[in-house]
């Protein structure tokens, strides 16, 4: 049943209801999106797909990332209630649709889009390989390796350091805030996709990992694209410690399988990496399939 309508049928008896009652609806018709300020002007907002984040400034609002289109119509609904400026720039982390899909929801309002130059080759061929470009909005600007602007009292420097999730992942530093959205380069504690058909290497997203903990410090505060059930999206450099470590544990789990002489189907019947014990969300068999792929394949 739609919420609308289902709330138009249900008002009409609500009066008849006890308080506890009516408590336990209206928390049923709260927000289904969530918002947590991580400063006075940077958020985070969460509903459906890769956690947005966003900047508020006298300059205009920037937006990371965007979900599917009704959770960014959600997103740009509470920053118009937020601020009166224009939305100036959408950065997509890399090309995912649970990360691109809401940025048609932004044509017509943002100056620009950006993302890795990666990142908008695979975004443009998957549309139309699922002859979905009619619902794209695609980056106008790309970068190489690094990109940075100021905006307001802010810098905010994307930086691109190799395969890893996809071919075209970046870092997206709010340098001022010091607050870096990695996307999907950090699953906290969840199973990844590897997304193996758009470039991604398990090796390399290890030194990928690696070179974000040499650059930034032990202040940094991370958003990441997702997380496993009971587990934050946002943390320090102990989750890309943890993530790059259980990266490791499924290559080095996958090898050791290999040698001993199992087949692809065995090894993918595995329910626990060892040393990922924290991993415990479904879709284990993705990068298992991935790890055995990647060593596998000249
Ligand atoms: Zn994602
Ligand atoms: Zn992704």
């Given at each position: 049943?739609?919420?609308?309508?289902?709330?138009?049928?249900?008002?009409?008896?609500?009066?008849?209801?006890?308080?506890?009652?009516?408590?336990?609806?209206?928390?049923?018709?709260?927000?289904?999106?969530?918002?947590?300020?991580?400063?006075?002007?940077?958020?985070?907002?969460?509903?459906?797909?890769?956690?947005?984040?966003?900047?508020?400034?006298?300059?205009?609002?920037?937006?990371?990332?965007?979900q599917f289109p009704d959770q960014s119509r959600h997103l740009i609904d509470e920053l118009?209630?937020?601020?009166?400026?224009?939305?100036?720039?959408?950065?997509?982390?890399?090309?995912?649709?649970?990360?691109?899909?809401?940025?048609?929801?932004?044509?017509?309002?943002?100056?620009h889009v950006l993302a890795h130059e990666n990142s908008l080759k695979n975004q443009k061929?998957?549309?139309?390989?699922?002859?979905?470009?009619?619902?794209?909005?695609?980056?106008?600007?790309?970068?190489?390796?690094?990109?940075?602007?100021?905006?307001?009292?802010?810098?905010?420097?994307?930086?691109?350091?190799?395969?890893?999730?996809?071919?075209?992942?970046?870092?997206?530093?709010?340098?001022?805030?010091?607050?870096?959205?990695?996307?999907?380069?950090?699953?906290?504690?969840?199973?990844?996709?590897?997304?193996?058909?758009?470039?991604?290497?398990?090796?390399?997203?290890?030194?990928?990992?690696?070179?974000?903990?040499?650059?930034?410090?032990?202040?940094?505060?991370?958003?990441?694209?997702?997380?496993?059930?009971?587990?934050?999206?946002?943390?320090?450099?102990?989750?890309?410690?943890?993530?790059?470590?259980?990266?490791?544990?499924?290559?080095?789990?996958?090898?050791?399988?290999?040698?001993?002489?199992?087949?692809?189907?065995?090894?993918?019947?595995?329910?626990?990496?060892?040393?990922?014990?924290?991993?415990?969300?479904?879709?284990?068999?993705?990068?298992?399939?991935?790890?055995?792929?990647?060593?596998?394949?000249?």
């Amino acid at each position: 049943m739609q919420r609308r309508t289902f709330i138009q049928n249900t008002v009409l008896t609500f009066g008849a209801l006890t308080l506890a009652q009516k408590n336990l609806l209206s928390s049923f018709f709260e927000d289904p999106w969530k918002i947590t300020m991580l400063t006075n002007d940077i958020g985070i907002f969460e509903e459906k797909g890769g956690t947005i984040a966003f900047m508020l400034s006298k300059k205009g609002i920037v937006v990371v990332d965007s979900q599917f289109p009704d959770q960014s119509r959600h997103l740009i609904d509470e920053l118009k209630k937020k601020s009166e400026k224009p939305f100036k720039l959408l950065i997509n982390t890399h090309h995912h649709f649970d990360h691109t899909a809401g940025n048609i929801s932004f044509k017509g309002i943002v100056d620009h889009v950006l993302a890795h130059e990666n990142s908008l080759k695979n975004q443009k061929n998957v549309a139309i390989t699922n002859k979905t470009e009619d619902k794209q909005l695609y980056p106008d600007q790309t970068f190489t390796e690094t990109w940075c602007q100021k905006v307001g009292k802010e810098t905010i420097c994307l930086s691109y350091y190799g395969s890893a999730h996809t071919n075209g992942d970046s870092y997206v530093h709010f340098q001022h805030a010091n607050i870096v959205h990695c996307g999907d380069l950090v699953f906290n504690r969840r199973h990844p996709y590897v997304d193996r058909s758009a470039g991604a290497n398990m090796k390399s997203w290890m030194q990928v990992l690696d070179k974000a903990l040499n650059k930034f410090d032990r202040e940094t505060k991370y958003v990441f694209g997702h997380a496993g059930t009971g587990y934050e999206v946002t943390g320090k450099a102990d989750e890309l410690n943890k993530f790059r470590d259980y990266l490791g544990n499924v290559l080095k789990f996958v090898e050791g399988e290999i040698k001993a002489g199992k087949t692809k189907d065995e090894i993918l019947k595995a329910t626990l990496i060892p040393g990922g014990e924290e991993w415990k969300t479904d879709g284990i068999q993705r990068p298992l399939t991935a790890a055995y792929e990647e060593l596998t394949t000249k």
